[in-house]
C-alpha cells in the first residue's frame, strides 16, 4: 500500500517533484527535457552515502523544496549553495553532520523554513536576519551551538522557533519583538537584566560561562507574545526575583495549551539523582518558590509539564486549583520534583485525563488531599464534601522513583459509598517506589475501568486482589509479593522476579502467562495449570523464557 500510495504521488506531482538518491536524480537529468527540469520545484534527496552536495542539483534555480533525508556523510556545504537557490522556501538538513552555514544565507530571501536540527552546526551566520519571511526556525538538539545570532530577532514572521536541547546560555534580547511566535521550545530564563544566575554558584564558578559578558533576554520579554500556544522555560533557578518572573504575564496568555517549566539541578550534575534539601542554600528555595507562585498558567492550558523543581511547596494555584482556573488541563507531569511532601489536590478538575508523578521522593503518604484540598476547599472556596466524581475522566496514573511513599489512602467508608472515584481509569502504574505496603481499597472498589495494572520494585507489597475489571498485570521485581487472586477478567499475566509469590487464583479469564528468567521447575502456583481441571480453565499459552507451549500442541504436557 506504502509503494502504490508513493506511485500515485508522484505521478499527481509529474515534473515538479523528485524524491530518491543522487544517483538516480542525475540520471533523471541526463534523460529529461530541459523544460521538465524548469518545472522542478520539490527535490528530496535520500542517500545513506551522499557526502557533498554535487553542483548538478545547485543548477536547479527553479527549487522551492530541498530537503536532505538519511544523509548523515554530508558535512560540508558549497560556499555558493545559498547564492545560487535564492528560490527556496524550504531547507530541510536535518540529521546531516555539517558544522556551518554558508555566510550567503541571508540571500534566502524567500526561505519560510530552516530545519537543521541534529546537526553539528557550531553557529548561524548574522545575515539570517535578512529573512523576513521565514515562519520556521528548527534548531533541536544542535550540541554545539551556544548562542544565536542577534539577527534572530529581525525575523518578524517567525512561527516557531525551537532551541530545545541546545546548550545555549540565552536567547538574544529583542525575541519579544517576535510577536507572531505560538511555538518556541527551549526558552533560556534568566536574571536581572539579561545576567546567567545560577543557584548555588560562586563569582569564579561564573566567570568561566561562556560569553558572560553578552546580555540575554528575560522573561519579561515573554510579556509581548500573546500568540503562544507552545512553550518550555528552561532553567527558571536563574530568576532573581518574583517580579521578574511575574513580567512574563503567563496567566493571561489566551491561547497557552502547552507549559514545559524546568529547573537545574543542583550543581547541574548528572551525579544528583535524588535531590535533598540540604543541596540547596535555604534563600534558593524561597525564592524559586516566590518565582513558581508567579508562573501561573492560564485558564485555556491542556498540557502541563514541571521538571527538577526543588521548592518544598507548590504554589498556591496548584494547591488550590478549581474545576473553573483549569477546566481544559488534560495533562499533568510532575518529575524530580523532590522536595515537596504533599501531591497536589487535583480530583476536581474535570478534563485531567493523565497524570505522571516521578521522583517526588520527600512524599511519605498519599491521602484524600490528592482527591481534594483538607477542608473541602479547592480555587479558595468551600467545595461539597460529598462531590459527586472525582477524577472523572482520568485515564492514565502513574508513579515512580519514590522512595519513601509508604501509604497510599483515598477516602473513608462513608466517601466510597457516596462518590465516584475514577471512573475512567484505564491504566495504573507503580515502579520503584520500594515501601508502598498496598493499594488504597477505595480505588479496587471504584476503578471499574481499570485494565491494565504495572508495578515494579514494590518490595514491601503482600497481595493484589479484587480488580473486577482488569485484563492486563505486569510484575516485574516485587520481592515481596505472595498473593494475586480474584481478578476474573484478567487474560494476560507477566511475572518477572517475584520469587516468593505463591498463590495465583481466582483468574479463570487467564489466557496467556509469560514468565521471564525462568528454568527448571514451574513455580508451585503453576503447577498443573494444563490439566482441564485447573485453576487456570482458559489457559492456552504459556511463554517460558525463550520457550511457548500452547494447549494442544505436543508440548503442552510438560507444564502438568
Known amino acids: 500500500m506504502h509503494d502504490l500510495l508513493r506511485s500515485l504521488a508522484h505521478h499527481i506531482a509529474g515534473d515538479e517533484c523528485f524524491v530518491g538518491d543522487a544517483r538516480a536524480f542525475e540520471n533523471k537529468i541526463t534523460s529529461s527535457s530541459s523544460s521538465s527540469l524548469i518545472k522542478l520545484r520539490r527535490l528530496s534527496i535520500v542517500d545513506k552515502k551522499l557526502e557533498t552536495i554535487p553542483d548538478f542539483i545547485m543548477e536547479q534555480t527553479s527549487l522551492r523544496t530541498l530537503s536532505f533525508f538519511h544523509t548523515p556523510l554530508i558535512r560540508d556545504l558549497p560556499r555558493d549553495l545559498f547564492r545560487k537557490l535564492r528560490s527556496l522556501r524550504v531547507l530541510n538538513l536535518r540529521e546531516t553532520a555539517i558544522n556551518n ?55 518578524i514572521n517567525l512561527r516557531v522557533l525551537d532551541v530545545e536541547n541546545v546548550p545555549h546560555d540565552g536567547l538574544p534580547v529583542g ?9 518556541l521550545w527551549g526558552f533560556v530564563a534568566n536574571g536581572s537584566e539579561g545576567c546567567i544566575f545560577g543557584v548555588g554558584e560562586d563569582d569564579r564558578e561564573q566567570e568561566h560561562k561562556g560569553h558572560q559578558h553578552r546580555r540575554f533576554c528575560t522573561l519579561k520579554e515573554l510579556k509581548s507574545l500573546s500568540q503562544l500556544r507552545y512553550l518550555i522555560i528552561q532553567n527558571l533557578e536563574r530568576v532573581s526575583n518574583r517580579d521578574e518572573a511575574r513580567a512574563a504575564t503567563l496567566k493571561a496568555k489566551p491561547h497557552l495549551l502547552y507549559l514545559d517549566m524546568h529547573w537545574a539541578l543542583a550543581n547541574n550534575t548528572s551525579e544528583v539523582q535524588q535531590p535533598r534539601a540540604n543541596d540547596y542554600e535555604e534563600e534558593d528555595i524561597r525564592r524559586i518558590g516566590e518565582v513558581f507562585e508567579e508562573l501561573c498558567p492560564p485558564p485555556c492550558i491542556e498540557i502541563l509539564r514541571i521538571n527538577d523543581y526543588f521548592g518544598r511547596e507548590f504554589p498556591n494555584w496548584l494547591m488550590t486549583p478549581s474545576s473553573s482556573s483549569f477546566r481544559n488541563l488534560r495533562r499533568l507531569e510532575l518529575k524530580n520534583c523532590a522536595l515537596y511532601q504533599q501531591i497536589p489536590p487535583l480530583g476536581m478538575l474535570p478534563q485531567l485525563d493523565y497524570v ?28 461539597d464534601s460529598c462531590f459527586s466524581s472525582y477524577f472523572p475522566k482520568l485515564e492514565q496514573l502513574g508513579f515512580k522513583n519514590m522512595p519513601n511513599w509508604e501509604e497510599w489512602r483515598w477516602q473513608s467508608e462513608e466517601d466510597n459509598r457516596t462518590t465516584s472515584l475514577l471512573p475512567s481509569l484505564k491504566s495504573l502504574g507503580i515502579d520503584r517506589c520500594p515501601k508502598l505496603r498496598s493499594l488504597p481499597e477505595s480505588l479496587l472498589c471504584h476503578a471499574t475501568a481499570l485494565k491494565k495494572l504495572y508495578i515494579a520494585g514494590a518490595h514491601s507489597l503482600r497481595e493484589i486482589q479484587n480488580l473486577p475489571s482488569l485484563t492486563e498485570l505486569i510484575l516485574i521485581s516485587n520481592s515481596n509479593l505472595e498473593r494475586v487472586s480474584n481478578l476474573p477478567a484478567l487474560k ?18 487467564m489466557e496467556h502467562i509469560l514468565l521471564h528468567n525462568r528454568e527448571g521447575s514451574l513455580p508451585d502456583w503453576l503447577v498443573g495449570a494444563g490439566e482441564e481441571q485447573s485453576c487456570f480453565p482458559s489457559l492456552h499459552k504459556l511463554t517460558l523464557k525463550n520457550r511457548i507451549c500452547r494447549r494442544g500442541l505436543p508440548d503442552w504436557p510438560l507444564i502438568r
Open 175 to 183: 525575541i519579544g519583538r517576535l510577536e507572531q511566535l505560538h511555538s
Open 492 to 509: 494476560f499475566l507477566r511475572i518477572h522476579h517475584c520469587e516468593k509469590l505463591k498463590v495465583v487464583e481466582g483468574v479463570d479469564a
Open 356 to 383: 505522571w508523578i516521578n521522583g517526588a521522593s520527600a512524599v511519605l503518604r498519599i491521602g484524600p488531599e490528592f482527591l481534594v484540598l483538607a477542608g473541602g476547599r479547592a480555587g479558595g472556596q468551600k467545595t
Open 101 to 155: 552555514l554558508p555566510t550567503f544565507l541571508g540571500d534566502l530571501v524567500h526561505l519560510k523554513t530552516l530545519d537543521i536540527s541534529n546537526t553539528s552546526i557550531r553557529e548561524i551566520p548574522e545575515s539570517i536576519g535578512n529573512l523576513r519571511n521565514l515562519q520556521f526556525l528548527l534548531l533541536e538538539n544542535c550540541e554545539y551551538m551556544h548562542n544565536l545570532p542577534n539577527g534572530v530577532v529581525g525575523l
